[in-house]
């Protein structure tokens, strides 16, 4: 297996990848040859997302925290310190290959909240068609232990889902999935390839690393990242990060996992459908209309050949929403025609029926797009 199938990747890169445990400093080698291969596979027209840990493991030695455990102030302050630092350290050494980097932190609400999601998913959407490398971390500073993710390897797999990415890379610093853990069992068998994760599989994962300076995760949390990414249609491979090159190596490997002389390993977790499918399967059957747009002929058969819905063919609007809340669209003659995330509250999309998309923005004061609902936000009926 190799990336070559692959369009959009999301690469989690952990702390204990990034940052010398012992010093506290960049690991600045081995970033530079993670940036030769970003900045080879964005050449190979792929798109790039990177989701860093690292700033709470930077900000320590900027603040002289030593000790292992932190308070959440501690943390958060941290994080704060540390976030700058991380951020540069991308933009110095991706920079040589003109690429442009932005810096995204997101919360737990961002991914969970559908408005805050939609405003995400359109921003991320936008860097990646520029041709930017999004840097993406949570944000500790202001994230407090309710409403946190706790760990990149979750975060890294909401952003895949939210960007609908079709790879999501978890760097780490062992090989893949083992039956056991195996530091302890030196037996263990390697599980190269996962076809579905149920409780045997999850069971191998044992509980998450609490014991180091960097990083707060472990196999645990990679597998719970894996089911929910798999489950959104994004495939998963989880690999020995702390090589040079380690996206190229991976890239390298054959089916024996023969790279270079000697044996290397990576375990890949196999998507159930693709991205945009399983998006729709869930605006279609999870979600609750809170509103319906009636929409005129025109509008319903540009929607059957695969276009978004526009203002121009809407009708009427009936209930009471706000931008991102799913609602109902119908043929003026009644049936339900699908639903779909929508781009515009209900008070907005009164006001701007049946104009064409230039002239949006003299109406409601701002412009939020053509489309009422974009393709990729709409599931039809069939």
């Not at 190799?2 to 970033?31: D, F």
């Not at 302050?77 to 995204?104: D, I, K, N, R």
């Not at 894996?226 to 089916?255: E, F, W, Y």
């Not at 540009?302 to 203002?311: F, R, W």
Request: with cysteine.
């Amino acid at each position: 297996m190799s990336l070559n199938p692959y369009k959009r990747i999301a690469v989690k890169i952990g702390s204990s990848l990034l940052v010398n445990e012992a010093t506290g400093l960049i690991n600045q080698a081995w970033l530079e040859s993670l940036a030769r291969d970003i900045a080879a596979l964005i050449a190979s027209r792929k798109q790039i997302l990177i989701i860093s840990s690292g700033a709470i493991a930077l900000g320590r030695g900027r603040l002289g925290l030593s000790k292992t455990s932190l308070s959440l102030a501690e943390k958060q302050a941290c994080a704060a310190a540390g976030q700058a630092v991380l951020t540069q350290s991308y933009e110095t050494v991706l920079a040589p290959f003109g690429l442009t980097t932005a810096q995204a932190l997101l919360t737990l609400n961002d991914t969970e909240d559908r408005r805050r999601w939609i405003n995400a998913r359109a921003t991320l959407a936008t860097l990646l068609g520029l041709g930017v490398v999004p840097i993406i971390n949570e944000n500790d500073t202001v994230a407090t232990d309710e409403i946190r993710y706790g760990d990149n390897d979750r975060l890294a797999a909401r952003v895949a889902q939210m960007c609908s990415a079709d790879l999501l890379v978890l760097l780490s610093d062992i090989d893949g999935l083992y039956e056991r853990d195996p530091n302890k069992d030196s037996s263990a068998k390697h599980i190269p390839i996962v076809e579905n994760i149920d409780q045997t599989i999850m069971d191998m994962g044992g509980a998450a690393n609490q014991n180091r300076a960097t990083g707060s995760g472990g196999m645990a949390t990679k597998l719970q990242a894996a089911k929910i990414a798999t489950g959104a249609g994004c495939a998963v491979v989880i690999t020995q990060g702390g090589r040079q090159n380690p996206l190229s190596a991976l890239d390298a490997l054959d089916a024996l996992g023969a790279l270079g002389g000697k044996h290397t390993k990576a375990t890949w977790f196999k998507a159930k459908t693709n991205p945009l499918i399983a998006r729709k399967q869930w605006i279609a059957g999870t979600l609750k209309p809170k509103g319906v747009w009636v929409i005129d002929a025109g509008a319903a058969q540009a929607l059957a050949k695969g276009n978004s819905l526009l203002a121009a063919g809407l009708v009427r609007v009936e209930g009471e929403f706000e931008r991102g809340d799913a609602v109902a669209i119908k043929a003026e003659s009644g049936p339900e025609l699908g639903r779909g995330l929508c781009g515009y509250s209900a008070q907005n999309s009164r006001l701007i029926k049946g104009l064409k998309s230039g002239d949006i923005e003299a109406r409601i004061g701002y412009n939020g797009g053509a489309a009422l609902i974009h393709r990729d936000n709409m599931a039809l009926n069939t």
